[in-house]
């Protein structure tokens, strides 16, 4: 049977199969590496705190499923309040940096004038800027101010973070729909007003929603600012809460990997809805080739 | 005559402010969060600035910069940290990102779940990773050390993260796996973007499957390696979080890295003067990296961003 199909196959495609086996064999391995470490993030959350720790059998599945985790995670940790703290930060700082991607990204897109390559290499530059070095200075004004250890210092922190990438990106979002576009609504008889509604925006929409993710996601993924800003239990947001649990001598894993857990499903829900949109938004926004 | 003389200079004068003001909440987030800090940076290192003595405030000269080089026992080999945690985490993340782009430039079915799944750790956050990765190389529960136990590849459980010899190895490791998306995004974007018309004339001229490999993919996609490398280099040297969350820098600064250094030696001790000297110094690296990094790959020779 085999000899008989070997026959039909000639040496390219032979070579193609084993290519093609290589290929898919080294995809598998790679998808295995990804979710490796989720997957044990994730049931671990589920194990009871003897399964956890017990050395002589570590177990590849939970014996027993308990929500135990998570219901200690909100009842004696205040995970609801980082919650909430994160999700208002991360939800505001997404709305005014769309906003300003939506003005400076127009205006990028659209206007010429004096400055425009200038103002476009410092939004580049600025990506290279480590955050830990323009927050010692910043920490210095905010604490003349007194404006430490409140939630809007985070927020003005995220806003003018992430504003720059948003901005860049939101320019090639513009610049893919062509001027030609809007005046045909205009001579259509659409007000420049209507044209940008029932235009515009729609074609756009894909960057918004790039956008507002970017924005979000960074918000919702800072640790630093906030270990720095913030000191009282009150104004953590979820991953400073998570690390205050860390660094005890008595690390509260099944809690830490139910918290953890958490904080991942709204980006991985976000990703997963908008993946081709972001994918677009982060080839078009630091890289033009 | 007069009347459109000012109507002009009118609509002029809108156009020309226009552009400035939709930019402006975007200008003043730019000068407020990177300009102002950055000059103030350079400033402070050059002097005695320590948080817990506000009212001992002086320009010092050089003494920041003179206590970094010449009394700081660990610069040295937080220093040296640096290069490694850089050359580890981008080496590896190109070459796993290319060969992941690579392998999935032919269209398959399926394919489309699998690029949604493996590209999601782009949108995971640093500590939630870093989270993981300590939890899996946790010496004594850790499912790492349990699979190579099982697999009779080791005899005693290693201590990962409280070894100084293999604690960077375990944060590079895990800054390996939420690095590989953006390499492997780009790459793929760009080899998609390759016409197919020139592996033809390839072909017709004789080229071979490595030639063709060499010449032409890597060749064509060349722009795209040079700024995503550039890119990851400057953000892996920036990264804190990671190790923040995996070692804290430790044990005794065996995994610590400059920009985490400046986050201890400002927070722990409290004398800004001294970390904005480091910063100063980390700064000066970074600018001159980028601009070595390009001359030598010949970047303007290579295309336009």
Redesign the interface.
């Given at each position: 049977m085999i000899s008989s199909m070997r026959r039909y196959l000639s040496p390219h495609m032979v070579k193609q199969g084993a290519l093609n086996f290589c290929?898919f064999l080294?995809?598998g391995v790679?998808?295995f590496?990804?979710?490796a470490?989720?997957y044990?993030?994730v049931i671990?959350a589920f194990k009871t705190d003897t399964e956890?720790?017990n050395?002589n059998n570590?177990t590849?599945f939970p014996q027993h499923f308990t929500l135990d985790n998570f219901i200690s995670l909100f009842s004696q940790l205040k995970f609801g309040g980082f919650l909430k703290n994160s999700i208002i930060l991360s939800t505001g700082t997404a709305i005014v940096v769309l906003?300003?991607a939506i003005?400076?990204g127009?205006?990028?897109a659209r206007?010429k004038?004096r400055g425009?390559s200038t103002?476009i290499l410092?939004?580049l530059i600025?990506?290279?800027?480590?955050?830990?070095?323009?927050?010692?200075?910043?920490y210095?004004i905010f604490a003349k101010l007194h404006l430490i250890n409140t939630l809007f210092v985070l927020l003005i922190?995220y806003?003018?973070?992430n504003?720059?990438f948003c901005?860049i990106t939101m320019r090639s979002f513009f610049e893919r729909i062509p001027v030609s576009l809007e005046e045909a609504a205009r001579v259509d008889g659409c007000s420049r007003m209507e044209a940008l509604v029932r235009v515009i925006i729609p074609v756009l929409f894909p960057g918004i929603v790039a956008v507002f993710i970017f924005a979000f996601?960074g918000a919702?993924?800072?640790?630093?600012a906030g270990?720095?800003f913030t000191s009282s239990q009150a104004k953590w947001t979820v991953?400073v809460g998570?690390?205050s649990l860390?660094?005890k001598y008595n690390v509260r894993?099944g809690e830490?990997?139910a918290g953890?857990t958490l904080?991942?499903l709204p980006?991985?829900i976000?990703?997963?809805f908008v993946?081709r949109y972001?994918?677009d938004g982060?080839?078009a926004g630091?890289?033009?080739? | 005559m007069l009347r459109n003389d000012a109507k002009y200079a009118k609509k002029f004068q809108k156009?020309?402010l226009?552009?400035?003001l939709?930019?402006l909440?975007?200008?003043v987030?730019?000068l407020?969060?990177?300009g102002?800090?950055?000059i103030?940076?350079f400033l402070?290192s050059f002097t005695h600035y320590r948080l817990i003595e506000p009212n001992n405030i002086y320009f010092n000269g050089m003494e920041n910069f003179v206590n970094l080089f010449q009394k700081d026992e660990y610069l040295g080999l937080v220093a040296m940290n640096s290069l490694k945690w850089v050359l580890g985490c981008v080496s590896v993340q190109f070459f796993?990102g290319l060969?992941?782009a690579l392998?999935?430039k032919k269209p398959f079915k399926g394919r489309g779940v699998?690029?949604?799944?493996?590209?999601?750790?782009?949108?995971?956050?640093?500590?939630?990773?870093g989270?993981?990765?300590?939890?899996?190389f946790?010496g004594?529960?850790g499912?790492i050390n349990?699979l190579l136990m099982r697999s009779s590849l080791i005899t005693e459980k290693i201590s990962w993260l409280g070894s100084s010899k293999l604690s960077l190895l375990t944060v590079i490791i895990a800054m390996v796996?939420i690095g590989v998306p953006?390499f492997g995004?780009?790459l793929l974007?760009?080899l998609q973007?390759i016409p197919s018309e020139i592996y033809e004339a390839a072909v017709l001229d004789g080229c071979g499957a490595i030639r063709k490999f060499f010449s032409v993919t890597l060749a064509y996609i060349k722009?795209?390696i040079i700024?995503?490398i550039l890119?990851r280099t400057?953000?892996v040297?920036?990264a804190?979080?990671m190790i923040?969350?995996v070692t804290?820098g430790g044990p005794t600064y065996s995994s610590e890295t400059l920009?985490?250094y400046?986050?201890s030696r400002?927070?722990s001790t409290y004398d800004?003067g001294l970390?904005?000297a480091l910063?100063t110094v980390?700064?000066v690296g970074?600018s001159a990296y980028?601009l070595v990094f390009l001359r030598v790959t010949k970047f303007e020779e290579a295309?336009?961003?």
């Open positions: 290929r080294l995809l790679y998808l590496f990804v979710l470490p989720v044990w993030m671990t956890i720790v050395v570590i590849y906003i300003y003005l400076g127009y205006a990028l206007y004038f425009k103002i410092f939004f600025s990506q290279m800027i480590p955050g830990i070095l323009v927050i010692i200075p910043l210095l922190i806003i003018m973070g504003t720059p901005v996601t919702w993924n800072d640790l630093l270990v720095i991953p998570m690390k860390i660094g894993w830490l990997m953890g904080a991942l980006t991985v976000m990703f997963a993946q972001v994918v982060l080839t630091s890289v033009k080739g | 156009t020309a226009e552009p400035y939709l930019l909440p975007v200008l987030s730019m407020f969060m990177f102002y800090p950055l103030n940076s402070l796993l060969v992941l392998a999935l699998y690029q949604s799944i493996i590209f999601v750790p782009w949108a995971f956050s640093s500590f939630a990773v989270l993981m990765f300590r939890w899996s946790n004594e529960y499912v349990d796996w953006f995004i780009m974007a760009a973007s722009p795209t700024v995503t890119l400057i953000w040297f920036n804190v979080e923040m969350v804290e920009a985490s400046i986050y400002a927070f800004f970390a904005a910063g980390f700064m970074l980028a295309g336009d961003f």
